[in-house]
């Protein structure tokens, strides 16, 4: 069955860094998200994104986050300066066209900002 | 705004109990419902859903009733076991665009033996 698949599965960075981080939605899925999970605490939705544009995003995706399809595979989650309260698990997910389509999510990235 | 509220856990139960956790939503329209299962050290996976009222979502034993005069989705497991240990959201999603999922806080359940 397809996957999603993100990398890596553990990023360490220094506060004030900037992170990529990268995934691989499954081939013929056509929207993408990314939601952040910080330890212990609820999924959170950041931003979701179809067409090559952000078609919604949440009060957390400020200015320091940025998504990009860079090609026909990845979308990657870019924090320009990383926060200590940045530390989460951060996972993707896409879905196919259709009004109730489920979303498939990746493993997740957990990020840790020193 | 559309919102979720589960059961707090943690769960803790002996193989073989009986499995309830509550989950009741607020939404405008129509939203479908979804379970979702977290294993330890992995990611999210759809478990189980329901596109419209009275629908009866079943996966792995696992059954929840989409119930609109209650607005609930309880999900239920006739006979748990030890690898059903995992944490379990409950999520809904609305008729918008973007199609996103609004998650609960997620319930932890342990199976003991």
């Known amino acids: 069955e397809p996957e999603v698949t993100q990398t890596p599965s553990h990023q360490v960075t220094q506060m004030g860094q900037e992170v990529i981080l990268r995934c691989v939605p499954i081939?013929?899925?056509?929207?993408f998200y990314w939601y952040r999970q910080i330890l212990g605490q609820k999924v959170e939705f950041l931003v979701s994104?179809?067409?090559?544009?952000?078609?919604?995003k949440s009060e957390i995706f400020d200015d320091q986050f940025s998504v990009e399809r860079p090609d026909g595979s990845n979308f990657t989650l870019k924090i320009r300066s990383t926060k200590l309260e940045d530390s989460a698990m951060y996972f993707c997910?896409?879905?196919?066209?259709?009004?109730?389509?489920?979303?498939?999510f990746g493993n997740g990235t957990r990020l840790t900002v020193t | 705004g559309n919102s979720v509220t589960q059961m707090e856990g943690p769960v803790t139960l002996s193989e073989e109990a009986f499995l309830t956790i509550n989950c009741t939503y607020t939404?405008?329209?129509?939203?479908?419902l979804f379970w979702y299962v977290q294993y330890p050290g992995e990611g999210l996976q759809l478990l189980l859903k329901a596109t419209k009222a009275d629908d009866k979502g079943s996966n792995k034993g696992f059954e929840a009733t989409y119930r609109k005069e209650t607005t609930s989705f309880h999900l239920e497991k006739g006979s748990v076991q030890v690898s059903d240990s995992a944490v379990y959201f409950c999520a809904l999603t609305g008729r918008g665009a973007t199609n996103k999922l609004i998650f609960g806080t997620g319930t932890l359940l342990a199976v003991q033996p």
């Open positions: 939404a405008t329209g129509y939203p479908s």
């Open positions: 997910a896409s879905r196919d066209r259709g009004q109730n389509s489920p979303l498939h």
């Open positions: 994104f179809y067409n090559n544009e952000i078609s919604e």
């Open positions: 081939s013929n899925h056509l929207y």
